[in-house]
């Protein structure tokens, strides 16, 4: 059975930090790049990172690039997202989904895409 186990969200105050991880089983880990993808209330679902598990490649939208880290650890199947620098505009649940569109180098593979999706976790960036 596939399964990306997201988990890591939470409430913090903007400045603050959080990891999120995506923990991957049922599929092969290293064939499939792993991109982050974020749902504020009334918007559309939003690319953030993503991460190829065939070269490293790693892509950051503009709006998080500087604050957050993507790091894939095949060991685990898992990868984090570390989201330091948290902003309000940040609050949303945060998806984390698989697919084998590896252009990582020079595109956030699109949304249609993805084969596997997690279930999301909250984040709240609040005072």
């Known amino acids: 059975e596939v399964q990306l186990q997201a988990s890591g969200g939470g409430l913090v105050q903007p400045g603050g930090s959080l990891r999120l991880s995506c923990a991957a089983s049922?599929?092969?880990?290293?064939?499939?790049?792993i991109g982050w993808f974020r749902q504020a209330p009334g918007k559309e679902r939003e690319e953030v990172s993503c991460?190829?598990?065939?070269?490293?490649?790693?892509y950051y939208v503009p709006s998080v690039k500087g604050r957050f880290t993507i790091r894939s650890d095949d060991a685990r199947n898992t990868v984090y997202l570390q989201m330091n620098s948290l902003k309000p505009e940040d609050t949303a649940v945060y998806y984390c989904?698989?697919?084998?569109?590896?252009?990582?180098?020079?595109?956030?593979?699109?949304?249609?895409?993805?084969?596997?999706w997690g279930q999301g976790t909250q984040v709240t960036v609040s005072s």
């Open positions: 989904a698989a697919t084998r569109d590896d252009r990582v180098s020079y595109i956030f593979p699109p949304r249609g895409e993805y084969d596997y």
């Open positions: 049922g599929f092969a880990f290293g064939d499939y790049v």
């Open positions: 991460i190829s598990n065939f070269d490293g490649s790693i």
